[in-house]
């Protein structure tokens, strides 16, 4: 059977639509979630995607995280339902709470899109489990607000739990402490990314495929979860 | 229950009695809704609170209605200062019958001006009609909000160019954004789904400090904007040049997609047809002129009245997008036009105007951010992010639905009516509270606006500036002086890396981004399953339109369609952004018909069709007008986007290369040239030849080797010539090259020619192994002259030519990438600023402060009767260096900033001018804090509360921009 992947649409979300190609790639079934709408629709994985949801001109996702969607998929990723916010989704999931830390404003001040070399630190978890540890990847990263921060003792968790999931190589785009790019929850079902791995599935339109391995990763460990 | 205006009632001045002011619109029905129970134009509940809490005194004793204009025919009233002419003035009397009302003075003020009418363009623009080459893909053309271009059986692209200079010189960040949001806003009115944006910009000097106040505001905007709509942005210019100096010119493209039977007309069809407000609630942005009139003439003591430039809200804009799709999609509105300049005065009188119909307007009934506007503010306000829908009776719940379910605000405000009953045209009928406040013909402002065929001379110093070639300076003709020249060229401003630009734009959301900067055309993937894209490209050259505006353009022309037909695309469209001084000058008028007829005659021998475009005139600072500066967009149609040739020579495994030629003939053409003007500063001589016939042959070529699989890489040659092509396409993918100079080229200072000739029509390609004979027969073929000119070199690491000169890529990249980073700050974390970036400085600085003073003293001449906030914005640009000299990134001129805003702009802002009659009404001095939201009370839905932050508007929320 098809996994079915929800894809989160905020007003303002604007990478849901390459969030749900980058899962039809993938060879799962995209399904459409809508932020007032708190109905998961029995999907088996959820993907927040980027964007400037209901504008953030307030801090970015603190008011997404008040959507009705927002209710029942914070009780459905305590309970192990896979989670993958990318950039906007990554804010979000720092204001719901299911991951520690915020996203602040790049350290240069500007906006910043170039393609990004990354390392993955964390196979474990729900959304990396295709890659080789310390594999290196080239996706592209794009935002405004990226610089992850959290305080000493909580990145020193991070890092002795083995929950950073990606770093920042050949330059850091935003100023994250400790060249952080991703992030996950205890469980490892919830994982938090800056860049957009959507944006690297195809060769037409991305600087590389190694996007895809986040998203094929979902459907292995779907696979081998327990029903 | 929904229901709609009524159609039937029509309020004279005697059925009107007093006038309730409080009463609600929604629940009480005043004598012009007689039998309207539970009427509910608007669907957001604080509406009616809304104009519960409007002040009822104010233009209790002043509303100039209609009546009192019969009644007061000798009232004087302040034409002149809205920048009408006697004769004008006389005009609208006449067709009125009457004194106009203050709001229908208003009306024909910005309906008549320069930016809506066009009237010192229409007599040369219409070329573009009447040269227009046959065209079975053209769907909408000219006069539409934009041209709409057929490119499959299913599918239609429409995209247009637009310009947003003057406000973009007042506030960069705001100016920028809300020209990206206008131009998106056509594209959406056509039926399409807006899918990129480009923006071609020019700048003063890249190191005079206002620049640096100008360009990173400038490009913050773009992006914040475009970004934050989700948009791809894939490509533009960034040009320096002292003639822009006080005079960016900012100009913003969108590209949308529509299946061809969605397209969409601005018509107000079918009387009783109900006309209804979506979008942003509307403000006293942009006001410009009428403000004028109400605080110079009828209301001296308020000082509430601002004009300013508008303030973008890209979220409201990203609603607004989705929303009309969803109508759209669900066949909801009969007819949709955008509000941009000159607001709901416009898009009420476009709409009726194209229909022949009438419209009868509630305007009470307009969703107001600021409770106390008066009916021309109303009429006249250019706020953000609003579109005007005609929608049949039984569809109107439906839409309100759809805008409630992306939380917007739509009202019904007006519904459409009968022309009369002897065929005449509809009248346009608004009512403020029960008071007719206007009632015109709205043709009489959309079509019979005043034009003029403006005196038109060339200019005196053409002759001797076309004397002065550039082909009799000194060249260097050693091989230490070529390589010298190769690194200085590549870091020169106008030739160096833009990645510290177009890093803050999005290029990859969307996902059909194939081809984007510095790419030399956009590519975008329009349909994903059978890989149909397009291609676009905007060029413009305002140095080679100083010295022939004619073949000027014509160049710009040319490369606009070469840069399209490099990525194996078929040319099949074009636009235009014409960005000129003031048209009352004689020779700026010639300089103007000039670049038109070079277009259209151009456009003609291409066999592709102008399909719409912009004018923005009134682009100078005192009597020095900017380089005539025609910016041509041309659109391409790519069959499978799989095909596509990018720029950047080819890595390949060892030992492997590529053939590299070069397409095209190169002569000694040195004049207006980036060489001359970065060695010698020299603008002089004759631009280099084009021939349009070549180019359309090339791009023949182009597309069928392509197609069959000849090219790795295709780069056009124009700014820098061959040698920055060659260090472009070597820089991509870090792959170097061996060039061995041709013999007719040795010699003397002849391998520079060869280097840096700005030739047109000519492409550098590399072609794989295997396919070099095939190539050249096919390059024969199409009668293009080639020549073989040397192999990449994949292992090599460094762009050599033969018995001249070798410089390692590294080397290159240093000198091409510094330059922006050393200008506007090193966006780099953790990385000192380069010691030679500090070296040069100081010497940059110390040019600095002479053109300065001289832009200032030229800004003072022209505003002898200035206000005393134009003198404060030039003092901040006095005192702006001392913040430059603050080691922040992005520290950009607070103060500067800051002064610079309180100069008002008019509503057409890129028009006005210090010292042009529009911008003289526009400059008087104003005081008045920044607009401050009308509180909202009561329980707001979920979607306003999500849109409460975004009233405050994103500068408030990231003060960090501003």
Same mark, same amino acid.
């Given at each position: 059977m098809t996994a079915r992947v929800g894809v989160v649409t905020f007003p303002g979300s604007l990478d849901d639509g390459d969030a749900a190609r980058a899962v039809r790639i993938a060879g799962a079934e995209p399904v459409r979630l809508w932020h007032g709408d708190p109905d998961l629709q029995g999907v088996d994985a959820v993907v927040l995607p980027g964007g400037f949801s209901y504008g953030d001109y307030l801090r970015c996702g603190a008011i997404a995280r008040f959507a009705p969607v927002m209710e029942t998929l914070v009780d459905a990723a305590r309970g192990g339902l896979p989670v993958l916010g990318i950039c906007n989704g990554f804010q979000i999931l720092c204001e719901a709470h299911l991951l520690p830390g915020a996203l602040t404003r790049n350290q240069h001040l500007h906006f910043r899109n170039r393609d990004q070399r990354l390392r993955i630190e964390a196979t474990g978890t729900a959304w990396t489990n295709a890659f080789q540890p310390g594999q290196e990847v080239l996706v592209p990263v794009k935002n405004g607000e990226g610089c992850y921060v959290a305080d000493a003792a909580t990145l020193d968790r991070l890092e002795g739990e083995g929950r950073v999931v990606a770093r920042y190589v050949d330059g850091n785009p935003n100023g994250s402490q400790r060249d952080i790019a991703a992030i996950t929850n205890p469980a490892g079902n919830v994982v938090g990314i800056m860049p957009h791995p959507e944006h690297a599935v195809e060769a037409l339109t991305g600087p590389s495929l190694d996007g895809l391995g986040f998203f094929t990763s979902v459907l292995k460990h779907l696979v081998g979860a327990p029903a | 229950m929904t229901t709609h205006p009524d159609p039937a009632v029509r309020p004279t001045p005697g059925d009107s009695p007093a006038v309730p002011f409080a009463a609600p619109v929604a629940s009480q029905p005043g004598p012009v809704d007689p039998d309207r129970p539970g009427a509910e134009p608007a669907r957001h509940p604080d509406q009616a609170r809304h104009a519960q809490s409007a002040p009822a005194g104010d233009w209790a004793h002043g509303l100039d209605t209609v009546p009192r204009a019969v009644e007061t025919p000798d009232e004087l009233q302040p034409y002149a200062e809205l920048g009408l002419r006697d004769d004008e003035y006389d005009r609208i009397r006449h067709i009125l019958g009457r004194r106009p009302t203050q709001a229908e003075l208003a009306m024909y003020s910005i309906m008549w001006s320069e930016h809506c009418s066009y009237k010192s363009s229409k007599v040369h623009l219409r070329q573009f009609g009447e040269k227009a080459p046959p065209s079975d893909r053209l769907l909408a053309g000219i006069g539409e909000n934009a041209g709409v271009v057929r490119v499959s059986d299913e599918l239609a692209v429409t995209f247009k160019v637009e310009s947003h200079n003057h406000?973009?010189?007042?506030?960069?960040?705001?100016?920028?954004?809300?020209?990206?949001?206008?131009?998106?806003?056509?594209?959406?009115?056509?039926?399409?789904?807006?899918?990129?944006?480009?923006?071609? +910009? *020019?700048? #003063?000097?890249?190191?005079?400090?206002?620049?640096?106040?100008?360009?990173?505001?400038?490009?913050?905007?773009?992006?914040?904007? &475009?970004?934050?709509?989700?948009?791809?942005?894939?490509?533009?210019?960034?040009?320096?040049? =002292?003639?822009?100096?006080?005079?960016?010119?900012?100009?913003?493209?969108?590209?949308?997609?529509?299946?061809?039977? *969605?397209?969409?007309?601005?018509?107000?069809?079918?009387?009783?047809?109900?006309?209804?407000?979506?979008?942003?609630?509307?403000? *006293?942005?942009?006001? &410009? &002129?009428?403000?004028? +009139?109400?605080?110079?003439?009828?209301?001296?003591?308020?000082?509430?009245?601002?004009?300013?430039?508008?303030?973008?809200?890209?979220?409201?804009?990203?609603?607004?997008?989705?929303?009309?799709?969803?109508?759209?999609?669900?066949?909801?509105?009969?007819?949709?036009?955008?509000?941009?300049?000159?607001?709901?005065?416009?898009?009420?009188?476009?709409?009726?105007?194209?229909?022949?119909? @009438?419209?009868?307007?509630?305007?009470?009934?307009?969703? %107001?951010?600021?409770?106390?506007?008066?009916?021309?503010?109303?009429?006249?306000?250019?706020?953000?992010?609003?579109?005007?829908?005609?929608?049949?009776? /039984?569809?109107?719940?439906?839409?309100?639905?759809?805008?409630?379910?992306?939380?917007?605000?739509?009202?019904?405000?007006?519904?459409?009516?009968?022309?009369?009953?002897?065929?005449?045209? #509809?009248?346009?009928?608004?009512?403020?509270?029960?008071?007719?406040?206007?009632?015109?013909?709205?043709?009489?402002?959309?079509?019979?606006?005043?034009?003029?065929?403006?005196?038109?001379?060339?200019?005196?110093?053409?002759?001797?500036?076309?004397?002065?070639?550039?082909?009799t300076l000194p060249r260097p003709s050693t091989p230490e002086a070529l390589r010298e020249t190769v690194l200085r060229m590549i870091a020169s401003p106008n030739l160096a890396d833009k990645g510290w630009v177009t890093e803050q734009y999005d290029r990859y959301v969307l996902g059909n981004t194939v081809l984007a900067q510095p790419e030399d055309a956009g590519v975008i993937r329009i349909d994903e399953r059978t890989g149909l894209g397009v291609a676009l490209s905007l060029d413009g050259n305002g140095r080679y339109a100083r010295l022939d505006p004619y073949h000027g353009t014509r160049l710009a022309l040319a490369e606009a369609y070469r840069n399209v037909a490099v990525t194996g695309a078929k040319p099949i469209a074009v636009t235009n952004c014409l960005n000129f001084g003031s048209p009352e000058d004689p020779g700026v008028m010639w300089q103007f018909a000039e670049a038109v007829r070079g277009l259209a005659d151009g456009c003609q021998e291409l066999g592709i069709p102008v399909t719409g475009g912009n004018v923005s005139f009134y682009n100078q600072t005192g009597a020095a007008a900017i380089h005539p500066t025609p910016v041509v967009g041309v659109l391409g149609v790519l069959d499978d986007v799989a095909a596509r040739v990018p720029m950047g020579f080819?890595? *390949?495994?060892?030992?492997?290369?590529?053939?590299?030629?070069?397409?095209?003939?190169?002569?000694?053409?040195?004049? #207006?040239?980036?060489?001359?003007?970065?060695?010698?500063?020299?603008?002089?001589?004759?631009?280099?030849?084009? /021939?349009?016939?070549?180019?359309?042959?090339?791009?023949?070529?182009?597309?069928?080797?392509?197609?069959?699989?000849?090219?790795?890489?295709?780069?056009?040659?124009?700014?820098?010539?061959?040698?920055?092509?060659?260090?472009?396409?070597?820089?991509?993918?870090?792959?170097?090259?061996?060039?061995?100079?041709?013999?007719?080229?040795?010699?003397?200072?002849?391998?520079?020619?060869?280097?840096?000739?700005?030739?047109?029509?000519?492409? +550098?390609?590399?072609?794989?192994? @295997?396919?070099?004979?095939?190539?050249?027969?096919?390059?024969?073929?199409?009668?293009? =002259?080639?020549?073989?000119?040397?192999?990449?070199?994949?292992?090599?690491?460094? %762009?050599?030519?033969? &018995?001249?000169?070798?410089? @390692?890529?590294?080397?290159?990249?240093?000198?091409?990438?510094?330059?922006?980073?050393?200008?506007?700050?090193?966006?780099?974390?953790?990385?000192?600023?380069?010691?030679?970036?500090?070296?040069?400085?100081?010497?940059?600085?110390?040019?600095? =402060?002479?053109?300065?003073?001289?832009?200032?003293?030229?800004?003072?001449?022209?505003?002898?009767?200035?206000?005393?906030?134009?003198?404060?914005?030039?003092?901040?640009?006095? /005192?702006?260096?001392?913040?430059?000299?603050?080691?922040?990134?992005?520290?950009?001129?607070?103060?500067?900033?800051?002064?610079?805003?309180?100069?008002?702009?008019?509503?057409?802002?890129?028009?006005?001018?210090? @010292?042009?009659?529009?911008?003289?009404?526009?400059?008087?001095?104003?005081?008045?804090?920044? =607009?401050?939201?009308?509180?909202?009370?009561?329980?707001?839905?979920?979607?306003?509360?999500?849109?409460?932050?975004?009233?405050?508007?994103?500068?408030?929320?990231?003060?960090?921009?501003r």
């Open positions: - | 406000p973009s010189f007042v506030e960069p960040y705001q100016g920028a954004a809300t020209g990206v949001g206008g131009i998106v806003r056509d594209i959406l009115a056509m039926g399409a789904r807006p899918v990129a944006v480009m923006d071609p +910009l *020019r700048f #003063g000097a890249a190191d005079h400090p206002d620049t640096g106040r100008v360009l990173p505001g400038v490009v913050a905007g773009v992006g914040g904007y &475009g970004n934050c709509l989700g948009l791809p942005n894939i490509g533009g210019e960034v040009v320096f040049d =002292p003639c822009y100096q006080g005079n960016p010119l900012v100009n913003a493209l969108c590209l949308g997609v529509l299946p061809v039977d *969605r397209l969409q007309k601005k018509e107000a069809t079918g009387p009783g047809n109900v006309v209804v407000l979506m979008g942003a609630r509307t403000g *006293r942005d942009g006001i &410009g &002129g009428v403000s004028v +009139l109400a605080s110079a003439t009828f209301d001296e003591g308020s000082e509430q009245r601002r004009p300013s430039v508008q303030v973008g809200d890209p979220f409201m804009e990203k609603l607004l997008i989705e929303a009309c799709l969803e109508l759209y999609e669900a066949e909801l509105v009969v007819g949709i036009q955008d509000l941009g300049g000159a607001g709901l005065t416009c898009a009420l009188t476009e709409t009726a105007a194209s229909a022949g119909t @009438g419209m009868r307007v509630w305007l009470e009934r307009v969703p %107001l951010r600021e409770a106390s506007m008066e009916p021309q503010e109303i009429l006249a306000s250019e706020s953000q992010e609003r579109m005007l829908l005609v929608v049949a009776p /039984d569809k109107l719940e439906a839409v309100l639905k759809t805008a409630e379910k992306w939380g917007v605000w739509a009202t019904a405000i007006g519904e459409v009516t009968a022309p009369s009953p002897d065929g005449r045209p #509809g009248r346009l009928v608004v009512t403020w509270r029960d008071q007719l406040v206007v009632d015109v013909p709205p043709g009489s402002l959309v079509d019979d606006g005043p034009v003029y065929a403006r005196p038109m001379r060339e200019p005196a110093d053409l002759i001797l500036l076309q004397a002065d070639r550039a082909e080819v890595p *390949r495994p060892a030992g492997e290369h590529d053939q590299l030629f070069l397409l095209g003939e190169t002569h000694v053409e040195l004049s #207006g040239s980036e060489w001359a003007w970065v060695t010698h500063e020299h603008l002089g001589g004759i631009p280099p030849q084009v /021939d349009l016939g070549r180019e359309r042959q090339l791009a023949e070529l182009l597309a069928e080797a392509g197609r069959v699989g000849h090219l790795s890489s295709a780069h056009d040659l124009s700014d820098g010539g061959l040698a920055q092509g060659l260090v472009e396409s070597c820089l991509r993918r870090g792959v170097g090259a061996v060039v061995a100079v041709p013999e007719q080229f040795a010699g003397g200072s002849m391998p520079f020619v060869f280097l840096f000739s700005e030739s047109a029509g000519r492409v +550098l390609v590399s072609v794989p192994r @295997g396919h070099e004979k095939a190539f050249t027969a096919l390059c024969a073929a199409h009668g293009v =002259p080639w020549e073989a000119i040397g192999i990449t070199d994949p292992a090599g690491g460094a %762009l050599e030519v033969h &018995g001249q000169f070798r410089i @390692g890529l590294d080397e290159l990249r240093a000198a091409h990438t510094a330059t922006l980073p050393r200008l506007f700050g090193n966006s780099e974390l953790a990385e000192a600023d380069a010691p030679v970036a500090q070296a040069s400085a100081p010497v940059a600085d110390a040019d600095a =402060p002479g053109g300065q003073a001289d832009a200032l003293v030229a800004q003072a001449d022209a505003d002898v009767d200035a206000p005393v906030t134009q003198a404060d914005a030039a003092v901040a640009v006095v /005192d702006a260096p001392v913040a430059q000299a603050a080691p922040v990134a992005d520290a950009g001129f607070p103060g500067a900033r800051d002064a610079a805003a309180a100069v008002p702009v008019t509503d057409e802002g890129e028009q006005a001018t210090p @010292g042009a009659p529009e911008a003289a009404d526009a400059l008087a001095p104003v005081d008045a804090p920044a =607009p401050v939201d009308a509180p909202v009370t009561g329980q707001p839905t979920e979607a306003e509360r999500a849109a409460e932050p975004a009233e405050a508007g994103p500068g408030d929320a990231r003060p960090d921009q």
